[in-house]
């Protein structure tokens, strides 16, 4: 089973900044789009921001402006950088990969979650 492996989360103040990373194994990240989404107790869970491997990058409008994704292809990570956080930013993020297989089948790989609390 593939892997994708987060670091970053943590408590922080409203205001503060996280910084968020997820490492995937390089036969997925290199043709993968990757994503951080996010759900806490009361919600599904939701797209935050998503990175193409063409570099192509889409946020959810609750973040935009605050949010940076960025992808490190000679790490094969994914980082979510995380500026003038709000308490309603509290929420276990999840690095998520998607990707085409050969056969043509669709693929989708997920992190273990790292909670993010931001206290007012």
């Known amino acids: 089973q593939e892997q994708l492996v987060e670091s970053g989360g943590g408590s922080v103040q409203a205001g503060g900044s996280l910084r968020l990373s997820c490492g995937a194994p390089?036969?997925?990240?290199?043709?993968?789009?990757m994503g951080w989404y996010r759900q806490n107790p009361r919600s599904q869970r939701d797209m935050v921001a998503t990175?193409?491997?063409?570099?192509?990058?889409n946020y959810a409008d609750s973040v935009k402006g605050r949010f940076t994704i960025s992808r490190n292809d000679a790490k094969n990570s994914v980082d979510l950088q995380m500026n003038s956080l709000k308490p309603e930013d509290t929420a276990v993020y999840y690095c998520?990969?998607?990707?085409?297989?050969?056969?043509?089948?669709?693929?989708?790989?997920w992190g273990q979650g790292t909670q993010v609390t931001v206290s007012s």
């Open positions: 390089e036969s997925i990240f290199s043709a993968a789009a």
């Open positions: 998520n990969a998607n990707l085409e297989a050969s056969d043509h089948r669709k693929l989708s790989y």
């Open positions: 990175i193409t491997s063409g570099g192509r990058i």
